[in-house]
């Protein structure tokens, strides 16, 4: 299967919404992929079970805050001597490009590597969505080694990291790319094809781009949050999902520390009622509480959107006084195990909540309403 | 020619005395040397001129806080893993160990290092002293590139560095080092034989052995510091020299900050005159200023001495009421050209002052006694 360069749109907006807030804005991704596919072509889109068990695949990805990956991109270089540097270390040669993750401008950092160095791309990725941090991937989660892990920058350096754990390797990485400028390229989780099978979250390709094409059918017929409901509702993974909140931005505090986009907003609703949600996030959005009442939680999905148009609106845009509309959304099985929770789960966060899956937690009496029900 | 164990403890304190304060304490360096000479035998030195010019060299240090490594000491395996990781990189194998600084714990560590790996140690070294920062070394100035520069850990965690510059790998490596417990091995700096022989400090690891045997010497006739002044003026470099002060410490700043030991040591006069000097250093001692009036200056070595003993006294043991000698010797002519300075000289450690060789500098009248004229 191929990908089109009008696909990248609806790729593009699907793993904005999958971003949960965070993995960086996929305008920018979109740009770099459309970008290298005119001059190297479309890369092919391969199916997890239809990679040979003893391919050598890496993953290709941006790493830093998502507020400085905005204005700072990848130049394409560094794409490239990221994959050379990996087949360096390894001693062999690369088959084909494997996401990291799917949401934001990681959906599209491997549609750009496979197509420069003319490779084809896993149709999967190890979250399902966006994480801030190296360890917090399927793969990790499932004993596939995050090490030798290869960054690289604009100005053309490179580390190249072997670790002990892939907690280690995200510290080191992230004092080194933060010294690099906050925004680098990364390739990392080098693996077999059988171990792809065993540990990624599949499909999640064609399902950014299934919700992407959701949401514009949505808006041809004038109902987008809807259309996505209803198309999540269809999903392998999305399936249980739900209008958290509909409000508009009353507080915002957003900080570039410690090389992530840290903070907090706060929406108050639009009803009249003094409802009040607050949503904390790290890159990406980790837990969402109605007048402190727990409505959604990390590894869930918490995505929000433009109230009338369903846009994903990923942390570093969030404005004062924006309508939006926030959606609960679950994570895929993986995410959700014991062993997975230890990585990914709230206390991996720093938070103290347990995790509740979102099917198990009380709806706002007012937000609960069908997404039909808060349509104008 | 080989040392012996014995060799080591002048050896150890010969490049303590070139370490000018910086280097990390040589005995805990000697200690570790030791050790492995034990478990695998003494490494051949061999004579800058007798390697081949097509050998492949790397160097071995431990790089950090001179404060830190005292405590925080190499387990062995990490040494090894950083020699194997530069092989790994390089696709072929090193023939032989260069020591990178002469000054200190990194006189040991190739010893160490050329023990463990059954490999000839190189008479040689890229500064005939100590710098604190990996870009500080004539290899770099000259011409040969620092990396690729691999990093490891005692937890066997390992980095390989790839940059255009030599600052860019410092930078990098720093933060790095830092993470990783401020303490860590470097191997960097690979080269070719005949590229060492054009751009290292020749004999130097000969040079620390005689500077000790010196000292030693002359404890033994009950004159150490008229011994070490005699033996300086009759070696290739460091013929320059002088007694630059006489005093007991009454003021210390010490701070480990940046992964450095910056600070200043104030001496005041054992004469009951109102003189004072004073000596700033990162890591190494950077400039001593008597009554605010330089007296030597980097890259010129600055090296404070027990006044009876002789024995150099690193930053990191520096005490109050400490009665010492603050000793200008000259820097080795490649240290001194126009080039060097830019990377060596006080402007590269933001001093304001411009470097003048210390043969050019007044002396202060009392000070410039022959050191006999000061000996009790």
Same mark, same amino acid.
């Given at each position: !299967? ?12 699907? @793993? @904005?919404?999958?971003? *949960? ?12 992929? #459309? ?7 479309? +890369? ?29 991109? @990848? ?13 360096? =270390? ?31 791309? $896993?149709?999967?990725?190890? !979250? ?14 499932? &004993? ?46 080098? !693996? ?6 065993? #540990?990624?979250?599949?499909? *999640? ?12 059918? &949505? ?16 999903? +392998? =993974? =999305? ?10 931005? *009353?507080?915002?505090?957003?900080? #570039? ?10 929406? /108050?609703?639009?009803?009249? /009622?003094?409802? $009040? ?67 990914? &789960? ?15 937690? +009380?709806?706002?009496?007012?937000? /609960? ?8």
């Amino acid at each position: !299967m191929k990908l089109s360069i009008e696909d990248l749109v609806d790729v593009g907006r699907g @793993a @904005a919404f999958l971003g *949960t807030g965070g993995g960086g804005d996929p305008y920018v991704g979109r740009m770099l992929a #459309t970008h290298a596919i005119q001059e190297f072509g479309m +890369p092919e889109l391969v199916a997890p079970e239809d990679v040979a068990d003893d391919a050598q695949l890496c993953t290709v990805a941006m790493l830093g805050a998502p507020t400085v990956l905005t204005e700072k991109a @990848a130049c394409g270089d560094d794409v490239d001597l990221a994959v050379r540097r990996m087949e360096k =270390y390894l001693g062999r040669s690369i088959d084909a490009i494997l996401p990291v993750e799917i949401g934001g401008v990681n959906s599209m950092l491997p549609i750009m590597a496979a197509a420069r160095c003319d490779l084809p791309l $896993v149709d999967a990725d190890g !979250m399902g969505r966006a994480f801030p941090e190296i360890q917090m991937v399927s793969f990790n989660i499932y &004993g596939v080694s995050c090490t030798p892990l290869v960054v690289t920058d604009d100005h053309l350096n490179s580390l190249v990291v072997d670790t002990g754990t892939a907690k280690r390797a995200e510290d080191l990485v992230r004092v080194a790319s933060i010294e690099m400028g906050c925004s680098v390229i990364l390739s990392s989780y080098s !693996m077999s094809g059988a171990d792809m099978k065993r #540990t990624a979250v599949h499909g *999640t390709m064609s399902l950014a781009l299934e919700i992407g094409r959701a949401i514009a059918r &949505g808006r041809h017929n004038g109902n987008p949050i809807d259309a996505l409901i209803r198309h999540l509702r269809t999903t +392998p =993974y =999305y399936s249980e999902c739900r209008v958290l909140f509909t409000g508009k931005v *009353t507080d915002l505090r957003r900080e #570039t520390t410690r090389g992530f986009a840290i903070g907090h907003c706060r929406l /108050s609703a639009l009803d009249s /009622s003094d409802r $009040v949600m607050e949503v904390t996030f790290q890159n990406e959005h980790l837990v969402a509480r109605e007048n402190g009442e727990v409505r959604a939680i990390v590894p869930d999905l918490i995505c929000m959107v433009d109230s009338e148009t369903a846009e994903p609106i990923p942390v570093e845009a969030l404005k004062y006084g924006q309508r939006i509309r926030v959606i609960g959304v679950s994570a895929p099985p993986v995410l959700r195990t014991p062993e997975a929770l230890a990585v990914v &789960g709230p206390q991996a966060f720093g938070l103290e909540d347990a995790f509740v899956p979102i099917e198990n937690l +009380p709806e706002s009496s007012t937000s /609960s309403a069908s997404p039909r029900g808060t349509q104008k």
